[in-house]
């Protein structure tokens, strides 16, 4: 069992940076990849990108890559997801997830309750 909260998420300006932090509680977070997704209002759910558990290689949506970077840190059982160069169109409610990795919901079992990003023109 993992239980997950995101924190980090707030109101910023186009062109600006967020760093959003999801920590987990229990002693396997490790071995999870842990994933990034997003869901703006009227939306689905989609992904943003995930990093495998020893945090050795990651992967993004098109939509991100060259903005968004994903990091984690296995000792403090936190992953990261660096946000720069902010477009409105990142506004969503951003969404850590626990599972075996990839791009689909599906394979997370473990969620978080989000935290809000809205990103101002």
């Known amino acids: 069992q993992v239980q997950l909260v995101e924190s980090g998420g707030g109101v910023v300006q186009a062109g600006g940076s967020l760093r959003l932090s999801c920590a987990a509680s229990?002693?396997?977070?490790?071995?999870?990849?842990m994933g990034w997704f997003r869901q703006a209002p009227g939306k689905e759910r989609d992904f943003v990108g995930w990093v495998t558990s020893g945090g050795g290689a990651t992967f993004y949506a098109d939509s991100v890559k060259g903005r968004f970077t994903i990091s984690r840190d296995n000792a403090k059982n936190t992953v990261y997801l660096q946000m720069n160069s902010l477009k409105p169109e990142d506004t969503a409610v951003y969404y850590c997830?626990?599972?075996?990795?990839?791009?689909?919901?599906?394979?997370?079992?473990?969620w978080g309750q989000g935290t809000q990003v809205t990103v101002s023109s």
């Open positions: 229990g002693r396997t977070f490790s071995s999870y990849p």
């Open positions: 997830a626990a599972g075996v990795g990839g791009s689909s919901v599906s394979r997370y079992n473990y």
